[in-house]
Structure formats: structure tokens, C-alpha cells
T-cell receptor, first 112, second 118 residues
């Protein structure tokens, strides 16, 4: 019962270009969404979040877009840098006191 | 000054053994978690502890037992290890929910413990 899905296991992008990572979810009750970044042999680190009352949240080079009708969110990284090469997980939750549901991650490689 | 630290980083053991993974956080958070990432990369919650009370307990075998001696520590004990227990186990913590904030606060993860059962 995978409620959060990342259908692209990997993505390669040239340095300086835009990286777009996608995430789909099935539970319409989810109201809070996060992106985590994970380097090898490290734990995931929180990157950016968005609540369901917004459709866009921006933090520097990172922007998350939420399309509630499509149950879809995306993470845009502009411009992409080699240091952005990592696995990106999206996660979702509903309300408080509930667990986060994670996708299986997308491995981003930024080519210098 | 690692925020969430877990030991050991790697753990190789035989079926039937009992093992423990330790976790400590120095962030002052009041909730700690254990997550399991299996071979298919699914990251799923196993347990969470808030003020020494178990508040989430997903359908994990009772061979797994969390132990929290204090707010800064949440250890994971595993009895009678099985081949299917091989995975990466992540400890995490989160701060107390801010007043008026109606969403779960983000998790802070440790670097994981790769458990291999042979």
C-alpha cells in the first residue's frame, strides 16, 4: 500500500540546468508534504516543505509545486549544481500525530 | 556535534541472534522514531516515542522492541534475527509541535545502521 510514489528511480541533468523531481500520492487527506535529500551513507535531511493551502513554496534554488487536484508535487532545482547529486525522497502526512509516508526516492546526478 | 547519532553503523550477525542498535539525539526533541528502509528502498516507520510513551506502533514483529531510557535516547532491540530483517534502520527525532501549527514537524534522521543477517 504505497501511498506516495516516485516513479523515476533516477535522473541526470547537466550542471546549470533545471532538475525536476516528481512525486505522486494517492491519499487526498494528506495536507503536508516534504522533500528530503540523502547522500550515501547518511540519513535523509529535510530540504523543503509545502502545506496543502499553498501551491508553491520557494527556498533559494529549490521550489516545490503542489497540484492537489492531480495529487502531484514536484521539486525544481535551478540552477542544478554537482553538489545536488543525491537521492531525493518526498514524504506526506495528514494532520498531526501521524506518520510520514515516504516515496522510494529519485537518484539525481548533476553532470559537471 | 552530530544531532542524531546511531551506533553501530554496520552490523553483521547470524540468524537467531539478538542485537541492539542505539540512538541518541542532542537536539532537545521530545519525539524519537525508528524507520526501516528495505531492499526496495521503502522507508517505513516502525516506532515512535514521545515522553517515554509509545505513540505509534506499526505492524512490526514483536521481536522488535524499542527502549527509551530518557528523552534523548531510543534504542532498538531485535530478538531472534531473521534473514528478512536485513535492512537499513534509521533513527529520527522531531521537535515538539509549535502552538498553532497543525502539521507534523520535519524529522531529523541519523545516518542509519545497515543490518545484515546471514
Amino acid at each position: 500500500d504505497q501511498q506516495v510514489k516516485q516513479n523515476s528511480p533516477s535522473l541526470s541533468v547537466q550542471e546549470g540546468r533545471i532538475s525536476i523531481l516528481n512525486c505522486d500520492y494517492t491519499n487526498s487527506m494528506f495536507d503536508y508534504f516534504l522533500w528530503y535529500k540523502k547522500y550515501p551513507a547518511e540519513g535523509p535531511t529535510f530540504l523543503i516543505s509545502i502545506s496543502s493551502i499553498k501551491d508553491k513554496n520557494e527556498d533559494g534554488r529549490f521550489t516545490v509545486f503542489l497540484n492537489k487536484s492531480a495529487k502531484h508535487l514536484s521539486l525544481h532545482i535551478v540552477p542544478s549544481q554537482p553538489g545536488d547529486s543525491a537521492v531525493y525522497f518526498c514524504a506526506a502526512s495528514r494532520g498531526t500525530g501521524n506518520q510520514f509516508y515516504f516515496g522510494t526516492g529519485t537518484s539525481l546526478t548533476v553532470i559537471p | 556535534d552530530t544531532a542524531v547519532s546511531q551506533t553501530p553503523k554496520y552490523l553483521v550477525t547470524q540468524m537467531g541472534n539478538d542485537k541492539s542498535i542505539k540512538c541518541e539525539q542532542n537536539l532537545g526533541h521530545d519525539t524519537m522514531y525508528w524507520y526501516k528502509q528495505d531492499s526496495k528502498k521503502f522507508l517505513k516507520i516502525m516506532f515512535s516515542y514521545n515522553n517515554k510513551e509509545l505513540i505509534i506502533n506499526e505492524t512490526v514483529p514483536n521481536r522488535f522492541s524499542p527502549k527509551s531510557p530518557d528523552k534523548a535516547h531510543l534504542n532498538l532491540h531485535i530478538n531472534s534475527l531473521e534473514l528478512g530483517d536485513s535492512a537499513v534502520y534509521f533513527c529520527a527525532s522531531s521537535q515538539e509541535q509549535l502552538r498553532g501549527w497543525k502539521y507534523n514537524p520535519p524529522l531529523h534522521f541519523g545516518n542509519g545502521t545497515r543490518l545484515t543477517v546471514t
